[in-house]
């Protein structure tokens, strides 16, 4: 018996088509579809999904294998991570996977890139011929076929990543909650785990961060919500290490955080009769819950809803007044933006906006410029091959060494050691 809920059953053609003709509207490029099992759905498939340069690479069987294996490790990890998966393929172009997923059900994943992150140079052309010297290709053909490859800096393939998980899921009418859920978590459980780490390395005392609470609970009252959450997975971080193994006492404590939390969103200026129906919500649905994930994934959801009931409170009138200036930094980060900018894009005089941003959100405008820079950088470095010199430009900073002071001062390791790291984690993580 046929499948019913496949995702050729799920994904009729006319939505592929609209899918297709917007995303390369936009991008030039084409799509290439496969399903869970990474079998390609020919009319979910763009006429040119394979350029010529892969027909050259497959022409061999190690070649067309070693394409396989990678396609079946990209669709494994966005479909783990629950997000968009972009990585230099074994034959050293881009390949990205967008997983498509109907609620808990994972369907296969959506492909594009198959293009260079840079223009052909004799480097590049060495380096590929490297990856590939132990399969006997037609060198002949691999040259012209690389040239015909598109150039797409990488910033805009990240932007396609994102274009494309967002129009998938809106006109094939799929259930986003359960992968953006595992995206939070897959998230958070790596913040926790960095903040552990970091804990081990030091040598600290893991006492019960009484301070952090504190702090947190200022962050929930003005509705910080990033700081809030980098405070939470602290926390979260502290109680897991002391309670390894024990979800009885952990689901104990992370009750005492949800108290904490609503007190907060009352003093924040939350109506106490919402806060308390808010919470009876979340006391019956972690009875449900029976592994440690999905109870900080839990904690992090109520943290999302108290914080936006802050927002909806008596302080939104000063909220909706600030962001036309979040959105204005989030828009114009990589470029040479001034105080002076972002308070006329706000319509406030520059010391009125400084003072109600310090109020909202507990942190300075130059902070939040730095911040949102500065996770940007961390993306690049993590899904690109640009050196760090690009990705200093690429963000915003025309000085190298303040960009790698800033980012230290931030992230705790200058930009090259924090991309070494992070691969050697892929490596070890990566499906055999």
Known sequence: MADKSSLTKLLAAKKFERIEGVFRKHFQLGLETRNIQDKEIKRMCSADCQPRFCKVVQSKAAGLSRCNKERRRSLQIAIETGQSYITICHAGIVLVCVPVMDKDKALGGMFFGKCLWEP??????????????????????????????????????????????????????????????????????????????????????????LESERELMGKVKIGDRTGAKEILNSILGTILFKTIGDLGVLKARLLELLSILSRSAVEGGVNIDVMLEKNLTFVNKVMQINNQEDLCAWISTALNEFIELVYSSQDARKVTQIRPAINYIDANYNKSITLADVARASHLSVS?????????????????????????????????????????????YNNQSYFTRTFKGLVGMTPRQFRVRNQRKEKISAPL
């Not at 590939?132 to 040239?147: F, V, Y």
């Not at 992968?179 to 005392?205: A, C, D, N, P, V």
């Not at 400084?354 to 940007?376: C, S």
Request: charged share 35%.
């Open 120 to 209: 052909v140079t004799q480097v590049l052309t060495k380096d590929i011929k490297r990856r590939l010297k132990d399969i006997r290709l037609n060198k002949e053909k691999l040259a012209p076929a690389l040239r015909e490859l598109p150039f797409i800096h990488g910033r805009k393939i990240n932007e396609a990543a994102e274009f494309l998980f967002d129009l998938l899921y809106e006109v094939a009418g799929f259930d986003p909650r359960v992968i953006r859920w595992r995206r939070e978590r897959s998230k958070q459980q790596s913040q926790i785990g960095e903040f552990i780490q970091e804990k081990k390395k030091l040598g600290t005392e893991w006492h019960y961060p």
């Open 352 to 396: 009125r906006l400084a003072h109600l941003f310090k109020e909202q959100m507990g942190i300075t405008i130059i902070d939040y410029l730095t911040n949102v820079r500065i996770e940007r950088a961390k993306q690049l470095l993590l899904a690109t091959d640009q050196n760090c010199t690009e990705v200093c430009f690429e963000v915003g």
